[in-house]
């Protein structure tokens, strides 16, 4: 059988064209090398404590453990020899020792009982059993998870930073502000001068609420003080522009979109298209990237008694079937995503009437929520009992519309920022124990307020947008990842001189002897040639002889009109009296009435003209100076 095998394997080979199907496999059996390890081991053990009852007897004759190696180095070779032989052949048994193996390290080994240790394991010392308890510490205490060792400090501007996003992968960071900016970070793409990649206006003149990449991360949803949101690429150029409904409708259901202020908006955790608004209108609609001309739903907060609520902020759930909004009359109103009519939870109290709720976070197990009340409150709530909050931690400063909150990464934390007045002290970013609610941990950030926060779950670095257009991230170089950690890594790229020769000259054409004109050695011959050029002196035109030309008229005047007055109104070359000027055509009227006359003939009569008088024949005799001028 196995010639068969063979043969019809070659037979295959020869066919494919190659040699062979490799080398076969090595087996061990297991069950042999595990007897033989123990042998190993207690063999070991029996020569370790023959050792040391042979130096506890040299101790008792006087002698010392190394007058017995020094007797064994002075023996003679062939003896030693013969003596490691024997000793080899009665003792050891298994693999020879490698050749930098010195055996003068196996009389200060310690005891070792039982079988030897796997590859790659040491064995523990008390040190490191400290260690592995202060490690275990750690792990349970969620303070000394906070990155904070180290920091960088990115320059948005002068104004408050409103808005602070990252990418799912955290390799870019969006910040915008009061400003109208929106800068792109790219954490990869930065050197030590951490220096933004571009900066835009999206929104015209109009502040910036609220930026957030989606689930993938290819398009950034732009929220602003406009009435329409927009969502942008990663490069930020357009994608699309929600619609603007129409303010003269009283039911904003009736509407295609917003038709005031928007508040806050975030992307569906789960749909990449999908994201939400909410807006001063009174309502939170949900929109498709893909149809910008029509919302997909919308979730209208009413008061006690049934009014118009407006919406300040509004989020998802983690599995994206909840959708939030805290109201401007304290509340907080949770619905269903498919069901946009009833709430599905609701809190009249959850905050201070009259207090804009600035953010509403849920926790990544999805049973807790947090909000950040105007109220100088930070709440924790479980929305399976969703009557009374679970923890309340108060005097919280906070004087922003979008303060943020956020839970870190493993759960325990919540942290949140304060604000302060100008010159007043400094904003602190606060962190506070998610079961005992109890202020843990605080960082001074800078004399301003603290606005905006993130603690990115995969980078393990905390973001944080200040009221002074400053973007601080806090990491750690042992705990944190990436981020930050790349743009410090590179160092500021050199300018490239470019190294010019003195020496070379370069010559025009014009500039040799030979086309160069010659030099003028007096200014006077100059300005008469000047003066003679109709272009340099400006040399007035002539005045136009006869009838005109180039639609200039004669001396009689400069325009047309002045033109006909002198010549055609003003015309004296008929001195003749007027009466007789007009009794030259009677004859004509009477014998061939052409115009006028033949439409009263039947009803006029016939005319009769005054004879002229003597004061007219009087008048004719004045002389030329006495007649009026027309």
Partial sequence: MDAEEGQSDGDIASVMGFSGFGKKARTFDLSAIFEQTRRTAIERSQRVLEERENE????????????????????????????????????????PLPPQHNPEDDDDEEELVGPPLPPGYTAHSEDDEDEGEAQDEDDDDPVKKIPDTHEITLQHGTKTVSALGLDPSGARLVSGGYDFDVRFWDFAGMDQTLQAFRTLQPCECHQIKSLQYSVTGDVILVVSGNAQAKVLDRDGFNVMECIKGDQYIVDMANTKGHTAMLNCGCWHPKIKEEFMTCSNDGTVRTWDVNKEKQHKAVFKPRSFQGKKVIPICCTYSRDGKLVAAGCQDGSIQIWDRNLSVHTKYHCRQAHVPGSDTSCLTFSYDGMTLASRGGDDT?????????????????????????????????????????SVKKEEGNGKLVFFDRTTFQKVYQIDVTNASVVRCLWHPKLNQIMVGTGNGLVKVYYDPLKSYRGAKLCLAKTKRKEKHTEMLAQDYIITPHALPMFREARQRSTKKQLEKDRLDPKKSHKPEPPVSGPGRGGRVAAHGGTLSSFIVKNIALDKTDDSNPREAILRHAQAAAEDPYWVAPAYTQTQPEPLFAEASDEDEEADKEPEWKKRKI
């Avoid at 309340?392 to 004087?399: D, K």
């Avoid at 943020?404 to 304060?418: A, E, H, N, Q, R």
């Fill in 378 to 418: 930070l709440k924790l709530w479980d929305i399976r009992n969703f009557k009374k909050p679970v923890n309340v931690a108060n005097g919280l400063t906070n004087y922003f519309t979008m303060t943020d909150c956020c839970f870190s990464p493993d759960d325990k934390l919540l942290i949140t920022g304060t």
């Fill in 56 to 95: 506890d007897q040299m101790k008792d004759e006087g002698g010392t453990p190394h007058s017995v190696k020094k007797s064994l180095k002075s023996a003679p070779a062939s003896a030693r020899k013969r003596s490691e032989s024997s000793s080899d052949s009665d003792s050891e048994i298994g693999p």
